[in-house]
């Protein structure tokens, strides 16, 4: 997806929380409470993030979150580098980069429901949230050599391809803030930000002739950006770092009980 087109997708998404939040209605808050949700905002990049919120007390609700993402990418540039050809006329070399991308991910936070804000259905919430995702990324670049080249190339820092697999564990605690709009018609919308601390391990196998050190995750994201525009998801899991760090979001659910 297109940085444009995830644009739209975003703006839409903002215009339907907007529209939501003004049609909502009070729905009265008891122990029957119980719903299905998805984060809108993972969809853009193709992961599926499905959570089930159930009443615990008056005001308290526990949610569970299970996340997954299943991604193959293609990606390919035709001027990674440049050099003088036999016939002294610049020339580019052309790059490919597979990259097979998985994510598993869960977290269970607990949350604490305020006033309504107004005589709608809308309510602020507290939430204590604790999660672990496990991503994992195979990466296999191969970069065109041209037989005709009299000169060193240009444009590139590094002709050694990108070759390896990459896992990293991230486990973090935070706090959540969100505000969730009711409907009677048995739907629900909640937006949220996730300020919290995380743990970040990640452990690197080299398959080419890549050197890794302590630069490396930093060393690829730069190379997935500038040769190949990578995508956020994939970017991110070479960015991640241990320390804090704010998450946001959108979701869409459905009330999983009838008196709803």
């Known amino acids: 997806m297109t940085t444009r087109s995830s644009l739209r997708t975003f703006f839409g998404i903002a215009s339907l929380l907007v529209v939501f939040s003004m049609t909502a209605q009070e729905v009265p808050r008891d122990t029957s409470f119980s719903a299905w949700k998805i984060n809108l ?15 615990w007390k008056e005001n308290l609700t526990v949610q569970w979150l299970g996340g997954l993402l299943l991604k193959d990418d293609r990606m390919a540039t035709e001027e990674l580098a440049f050099y003088f050809n036999e016939w002294g006329d610049w020339s580019a070399i052309s790059a490919e980069c597979d990259a097979r991308h998985l994510a598993a991910n869960w977290s269970v936070s607990i949350r604490d429901y305020k006033k309504s804000l107004s005589n709608t259905g809308n309510a602020i919430y507290t939430a204590a949230k604790l999660g672990h995702r496990f991503t994992r990324v195979d990466l296999e670049e191969s970069i065109a050599s041209p037989a005709d080249a009299f000169s060193a190339w240009y444009g590139v820092l590094s002709t050694d391809p990108m070759i390896h697999s990459m ?18 018609n048995g739907w629900l919308l ?27 995750a930093r060393s690829a994201q730069q190379k997935l950006q500038q040769r190949y525009s990578a995508g956020r998801k994939l970017s991110n899991s070479y960015s991640a770092k241990t320390g804090p760090w704010v998450q946001f979001g959108l979701i869409l659910g459905v009330f999983a009980n009838e008196k709803q």
């Open 167 to 184: 896992r990293m564990h991230e486990i973090s605690l935070g706090l959540e803030l969100g505000t969730q709009w009711r409907m009677r």
């Open 190 to 216: 909640e937006a949220f930000a996730n300020p919290s601390v995380r743990l970040v391990v990640r452990n690197f196998e080299p398959s080419g002739p890549e050197q890794f050190d302590a630069l490396t």
């Open 41 to 55: 905002v993972d969809m853009i990049s193709g992961e599926w993030n499905v959570a089930r919120e159930n009443a």
